[in-house]
T-cell receptor
Framework: DAGVTQSPTHLIKTRGQQVTLRCSPKSGHDTVSWYQQALGQGPQFIFQYYEEEERQRGNFPDRFSGHQFPNYSSELNVNALLLGDSALYLC???????????????FGEGSRLTVL | AQSVAQPEDQVNVAEGNPLTVKCTYS??????LFWYVQYPNRGLQFLLK??????LVKGSYGFEAEFNKSQTSFHLKKPSALVSDSALYFCAVRDPYGNNRLAFGKGNQVVVIP
């Protein structure tokens, strides 16, 4: 049973560029959340996708956008990169089916973005 | 808004000694609390959760956590620490109004000394 997979694992960009990160959720999961983990900090919630729509959003600017595909996989896009966007970007999957479930999130290994 | 606090930056413990990592929370409503562990250059791994029921929750790798409502705490514990337990530990609380949206603490680095 494949867990949450993310790509790429590492990437380097320069200020002003755009980046796309990809995530495939755990088998059976239909919801994908993205988190940003800056160095020395805990993960911060960016947004969550369910049924191909953004359902919740954290305190991140519009430069951060996303998409969810019919197969539940997801992309995170960041435009006009800033030095402060350097971080580990974590994808987490879960399921919203059966609202009585209060299950944990399953995280991928992350994509480490360095902005120069 | 819900939040958790992890007051210590680093916890040092000798191998074989008890390990405690502290977490306090602030929520409206009933708290849904979680502990995750992160090894270097890895994602987060789920350890345990408290939703309701017994205040002592048992999780993976011999870890347990004690929920204390009066002290609004959810401390992570392990009776006998291993060198392999050296990692970054995060406490998190679930948004009661947002499905599976977690607010994390800043994390605690645990160093188990051989």
């Amino acid at each position: 049973d494949a867990g949450v997979t993310q790509s790429p694992t590492h990437l380097i960009k320069t200020r002003g560029q755009q980046v796309t990160l990809r995530c495939s959720p755990k088998s059976g999961h239909d919801t994908v959340s993205w988190y940003q983990q800056a160095l020395g900090q805990g993960p911060q919630f960016i947004f969550q996708y369910y049924e191909e729509e953004e359902r919740q959003r954290g305190n991140f600017p519009d430069r951060f956008s996303g998409h969810q595909f019919p197969n539940y996989s997801s992309e995170l896009n960041v435009n006009a990169l800033l030095l402060g966007d350097s971080a580990l970007y974590l994808c987490a999957s879960s399921t919203l089916r059966g609202q009585g479930d209060t299950g944990e999130l399953f995280f991928g290994e992350g994509s480490r973005l360095t902005v120069l | 808004a819900q939040s958790v606090a992890q007051p210590e930056d680093q916890v040092n413990v000798a191998e074989g000694n008890p390990l405690t990592v502290k977490c306090t929370y602030s929520v409206s409503g009933n708290p849904y609390l979680f502990w995750y562990v992160q090894y270097p250059n890895r994602g987060l791994q789920f350890l345990l959760k408290y939703i309701t029921g017994d205040n002592l929750v048992k999780g993976s790798y011999g870890f347990e956590a004690e929920f204390n409502k009066s002290q609004t705490s959810f401390h992570l514990k392990k009776p006998s620490a291993l060198v392999s337990d050296s990692a970054l530990y995060f406490c998190a609380v679930r948004d009661p109004y947002g499905n599976n949206r977690l607010a994390f603490g800043k994390g605690n680095q645990v160093v188990v000394i051989p």
